[in-house]
């Protein structure tokens, strides 16, 4: 036990943060919450089985498009006011608050003796998804260390494709109703632990409540974690001008806030448009058009596996190779997948229809590796903490409305343009992806969530205050000021906590003073 305390030391020392148990725990946990996303996905598995039952009540071709496309109506419903009610409550409260009741909203499904009863489970399961989709990856982004991030943040949706596969093993094995009956037992352990993560240290000091965040970071970092050093790298990125949606939707007037915001509002949007959802719920048609006669089980279960494989080497890599290398190349690659499949379609060249089949499975393993788990990753770590609860909402919410209008749309679209002119439409639209990331989005591999804070900051700005939060007081320095090169404070780095801690023990001296007055002289 001292060796290994000492080896923490060490770490700390080094400018790394240990990784706790407690760290551990809670990342598996808030990551888990979107099992729920993959199971829902997955549960329309069932619907021919609901179909063949008409013992409680008859269900129509009407209703399974309803019931498919609730998850996504209530998802731009939802994802809004998701955004607000976490800013306002806390995100991992509202996380609590709605995965508590999610086993009651399964069995509410698998027992309805109405059909309306089966819609109303359903709405509320998409309900509680729109949440996570909101709030999970921004909480994940401000509970782990930068070291480890990029694995953090692909673990949702690994969680998400274990999820997947398991509805569509449960809708294989058992009756429609039985087969929701067991979803539920997953969540009931997951709603337990959820109780073990604290709440966000940002949130806290947004709302003024210091102590609070301190013991937030105490439980994250542990007995040999640098807490006040990390809380004042936190304090230095957050105002008390950020503590209500109104104020974070001014901060969104900005520049450098609104940008992030944008560049991942078209990643999101642009990755819809490439054919991800069309790919994936309708694998079986695809496949049939491609000239291959598929059992549709197998069919679905084969992608889904390959989806998970690509997933585990998506986080075993992430934080070795970068976000941006991978995202870009993923992008191309799925792009060039799409556009063979739907040049050979169009062109109906005979004897080749092993072509789209392999372009298909080329852009399933590709989505997986980068163009799936990336951008839900940029969405923790890129959006600036001034507006990461609105951002995220509003991406979400862009995401949401775009799911559904392409899944919609999309077998009228190819009785229309056929499935060759279509698959080359979803390949551009991936491709730009790739130019957008490559030109305009930065790496954050081993980035602070404070580093990331002053990547679309003009080179012109130079910020000299080292605590947003004492509002008209800036640091002076005895004619000394940060060069706008210097390195941001940093997770765990002790020199610039030093420095900070100087300057706030001099505080008194420059109360009152305004602030372009404590500015060194050039």
């Known amino acids: 036990m001292e060796n290994q305390s000492e080896d923490r030391k060490q770490e700390a020392g080094n400018g790394k943060t240990p990784l706790t148990s407690r760290q551990v725990v809670c990342l598996a946990a808030v990551g888990g919450t979107n099992f729920l996303n993959g199971m829902m996905s997955g549960w329309t598995a069932v619907l021919p089985k609901l179909q063949e039952d008409t013992s409680r009540f008859t269900v129509t071709e009407d209703d399974v498009s309803w019931l498919v496309s609730l998850t996504f109506i209530m998802g731009f419903v939802i994802s809004p006011l998701a955004g607000s009610v976490a800013e306002y409550i806390g995100p991992r409260r509202l996380l609590v608050i709605t995965m508590i009741p999610v086993a009651g909203f399964w069995l509410l499904q698998a027992f309805s003796p109405y059909l309306w009863l089966l819609y109303l489970g359903r709405a509320l399961l998409a309900s509680t998804a729109a949440v996570m989709y909101t709030v999970v990856q921004p909480l994940v982004a401000e509970l782990c260390p930068p070291r480890i991030r990029g694995l953090a943040s692909v673990l949702p949706e690994l969680f998400g494709c274990v999820g997947l596969l398991a509805s569509y093993l449960l809708a294989s094995l058992l009756p429609w109703d039985m087969a929701t009956a067991v979803a539920a ?283 947003p939060l004492d509002h008209g007081r800036a640091p002076a320095e005895s004619g000394k000021s940060r060069d706008k090169g210097d390195p941001p404070i940093a997770f765990g780095r002790r020199n610039e906590a030093a420095e900070a801690a100087r300057t706030t023990g001099r505080k008194e001296e420059n109360e009152g003073k305004p602030e372009m007055a404590l500015l060194p002289a050039t």
Request: hydrophobic content about 50%; glycine content about 8%; overall charge positive.
């Open 185 to 467: 037992a997953p969540f009931l352990p997951l709603s337990l632990m959820i109780l073990l993560v604290p709440e966000s240290p940002y949130w806290l000091v947004r709302k003024k409540k210091i102590d609070a965040a301190e013991r937030s970071l105490r439980l994250l970092l542990g007995r040999d974690g640098n807490v006040a050093e990390e809380l004042q790298a936190i304090r230095s990125t957050t105002t008390l001008r950020q503590s209500e949606v109104k104020d974070q939707a001014r901060e969104l007037r900005k520049a450098h806030n609104a940008i992030p915001v944008v560049l991942m509002l078209s990643v999101f949007v642009l990755r819809e448009l490439g054919g991800k959802g069309p790919v994936f719920n309708y694998t079986v048609y695809v496949f049939r058009r491609a000239g291959a006669q598929l059992d549709a089980f197998y069919c679905t279960v084969f992608v889904g596996v390959a989806r998970l494989a690509s997933t585990c080497v998506s986080a075993c890599t992430l934080d070795l190779v970068g976000r941006k290398p991978l995202l870009v190349a993923t992008s191309v690659i799925c792009a060039v997948s799409e556009g063979v499949a739907g040049a050979f379609l169009f062109l109906e060249v005979e004897g080749a229809a092993w072509v789209p089949l392999a372009s298909v499975i080329v852009f399933v393993i590709s989505y997986g590796i980068g163009l799936g788990p990336i951008p839900w990753a940029y969405l923790g770590e890129l959006l600036p903490t001034p507006v990461r609860s609105v951002g995220a909402a509003m991406i979400t919410f862009g995401y949401s409305v775009t799911y559904f209008a392409v899944n919609f749309v999309f077998l009228k679209v190819i009785s229309s343009l056929g499935l060759g002119l279509t698959l080359l439409v979803f390949g551009t639209s991936n491709l730009i992806i790739g130019l957008l990331v490559l030109f305009f989005v930065p790496e954050t591999k081993g980035r602070t969530l404070q580093d990331m804070e002053k990547a679309f900051l003009s080179k012109k700005v130079v910020q000299v205050r080292s605590n």
